[in-house]
Each structure stands twice: as structure tokens, then as C-alpha cells.
Nanobody, 112 residues
Framework: QVQLVESGGGLVQPGGSLRLSCVAS????????MDWYRQAPGKQRELVGG??NYADSVKGRFTISRDNAKNTMYLQMNTLKPEDTAVYYC???????????WGQGTQVTVSS
């Protein structure tokens, strides 16, 4: 049973924009905290941001939002840089329940 499904990745030129989407099951969307991670080749997976916090490397360029009617979380990425190239993952966790879910990931490539 798939709980998180990302979409919206692709190839974009430096300075361009992309919007990623993560559709969650209603249970996950309502009961879990959701955020975005990314993993670049040869690097560890890192937190991009949650509802109010962002990695220093993306502050001012990336924005996370939610559409409650669609059970969807978005990652709006502007002024993209080559170093933003990575697989982006939607993540949901509930510490009380002790459960974590990951999406399948979507590739973002920033290159001219």
C-alpha cells in the first residue's frame, strides 16, 4: 500500500524553477508530520525542510506548502542551482506511533 507519492521532478536549467508534489493518504496527511529530504550522488540524505524550517542552503529559494483538500504537500523550488541536483523524497513521521514513511523519490537535475 503506497502511502506517499512524489511527482514533478525533471531537468531544469540553472536559475529555473520546479514544483514537486507529494500526495499522501488521508491518514498520513492528518496524523503525521511531513517534510522533504534530498540525496545527491555520493552524499548522505539531508533534510530540505519542514513546515517552518529550511536547510540554510535552500532558505529564500524553496518554499513548502500544503493543500489540505488534496492531501498534498508541495516543494516550490526557485533559483535552482546545479548543487540542488538530487533525488528528492517526501517523508512522514509520527513519533507517538513510532512510524516513518518515505516516498519513492523524484529526480531533480539542474544543468545547462
Amino acid at each position: 500500500q503506497v502511502q506517499l507519492v512524489e511527482s514533478g521532478g525533471g531537468l531544469v536549467q540553472p536559475g529555473g524553477s520546479l514544483r514537486l508534489s507529494c500526495v499522501a493518504s488521508p491518514y498520513i496527511f492528518e496524523q503525521f508530520v511531513m517534510d522533504w529530504y534530498r540525496q545527491a550522488p555520493g552524499k548522505q540524505r539531508e533534510l530540505v525542510g519542514g513546515s517552518t524550517n529550511y536547510a540554510d542552503s535552500v532558505k529564500g529559494r524553496f518554499t513548502i506548502s500544503r493543500d489540505n483538500a488534496k492531501n498534498t504537500m508541495y516543494l516550490q523550488m526557485n533559483t535552482l542551482k546545479p548543487e540542488d541536483t538530487a533525488v528528492y523524497y517526501c517523508h512522514a513521521y509520527n513519533h507517538v506511533l513510532g512510524r516513518t514513511y518515505w516516498g519513492q523519490g523524484t529526480q531533480v537535475t539542474v544543468s545547462s
